[in-house]
């Protein structure tokens, strides 16, 4: 056997599978030197060292031998092919053992760097998981871990270690059990919108849609509250329920919606908990959902300095996960974004008028003068929205108290760069183009209240 493959049958021999020595042993190799000193010390000779030594190690291989072999051992793992980022989820370990010796097991589950895996305290080093099988029976162990990056990951080998119940020995083997799974976009705030769907449609009263004629259709009727329309009051239904009724519309369905979703190097920007790409898309699903939900076309562009996915127009709820299988595994790339590339892209696979609403930063953007022309041509046609994350250390230096030099030229400089920015965004809003930057956390709600003005309102 060669040095190279000694050192590998070494390596494998304590990583994939091997015999080591247990606690219990180290004590019983402690024990009988004992019991040999204290023969040693009555005048035992050297049968009583013996025999001692023989019966510690005839105890020893016994239960080497009894310790159930690999054959006698399955295992089966279970977990969702998709999970959300950031929440929790439970994996399922099934093991099976065939042999007649109660086992001890200590699991290892090799996941990817971007899961975190549960620390458990126990004897015979790190693990994910630990429990009892009994003999030629079953158990289930479960331990919880959740992703924390975006993407498509495999999942490979689980590591075992057990011992019996005398615990001398502790054997250690490996199982292949190829897995994938997807690590998809936080969802909470989503399910969110889709709760608060009618509130945010404004079909509950309080505020009064400003149709235009013929763009909305009748959706139910219900008892008058303030703040709806009395000349939508139904008097038949009043009569008949004894309070009065209200006739309820809703906007008229199959609009379309554009979303262009940002992956450039401006969204690696990190904020408080993500980065811009993240909350960019978490905002880009609820919008989709929403819109979805009321029937509505919804397609998906994410880009940068090329075009990275285009998920056509859809306009049933089933459209959302076909979206969500598109892009979920995206990040952010190094590469500068490049807009006229993408709304020229849009205009040829987007034939008829629609909502864009396109999540980036705003400083390249409004730092670009070609495109200002090339926009306002766009809006003859569609309605044009651009949604930004405010960046928090610029609005954090621009309103601190400045106490050496140093700081109040820093808090100047913050300062003249937002001035400059809000002097460009009215400049842009002065020709009927939507341009906002709001906090990270309100980034979904104002992308949904702009969806709903431009449906409510009958701009499009």
Known sequence: MSKSSMISWLRSLFRDKGVLPGVNLIIGILLVGLLAWIG??????????????????????????????????????????????????????EFVNRGRVPLHMNLIDELPPVFV?????????????????????????????CGTIRGDYALDRLYVRYRSGVGLWVKQMSFD???????????????????????????????????????SEFSQVRAYVVGDDPRRINWRQTAKMNELMSNVYQPEHGKYISILVDCGRVMGVELT???????????????????????????????????????????????????????YGIQNDTQES????????????????????????????????????YVQGMRRRHLFALLGVQDPMELRWSQSVPNTVQEAMLKSAAQKIRLDKQERIRQWSSLGLHLLEVEEEHLAGVAVDSYVQAINRGML
């Open 40 to 93: 040693a010390s009555l005048g035992g000779g050297v049968w009583f060292f013996g025999a001692i030594l023989g019966l510690g190690l005839a105890l020893s291989l016994l239960d080497l031998v009894r310790l159930t072999s690999r054959r006698d051992l399955s295992c089966r793992r279970f977990v969702g092919s998709s999970q959300e980022r950031g929440r929790e989820f439970a994996v399922e370990l």
């Open 117 to 145: 895996r549960p620390p458990i305290d126990h004897p015979y080093g790190w693990a994910v998981a630990k429990g009892l099988i009994c003999p030629v029976g079953e158990s289930r162990f479960v331990y919880q871990t």
């Open 177 to 215: 059990m190829p897995d994938r799974i997807k690590v998809t976009p936080d969802l909470s705030g989503v399910r969110g919108s889709l709760a608060r769907a009618q509130k945010l449609l404004m079909l509950q009263g309080g505020v009064v849609k400003r149709n235009v004629s013929g763009d």
């Open 273 to 327: 908990e993500v980065n811009r790409l993240e909350k960019a898309m978490e905002a880009a699903l609820s919008v989709a959902a929403l819109a979805l939900r009321q029937g509505d076309y919804v397609s998906v562009t994410v880009f940068s300095n090329l075009i990275r996915a285009h998920i056509p127009s859809g306009n049933s709820l089933g459209h959302l996960r076909t979206i969500l299988d598109g892009v």
């Open 338 to 373: 490049n807009y006229s590339h993408v709304l020229s892209y849009l205009e040829s696979v987007q034939k008829r008028q629609s909502l864009i609403l396109m999540f980036s930063d705003l400083t390249p953007f409004l730092l670009q003068d070609d495109l200002l022309s």
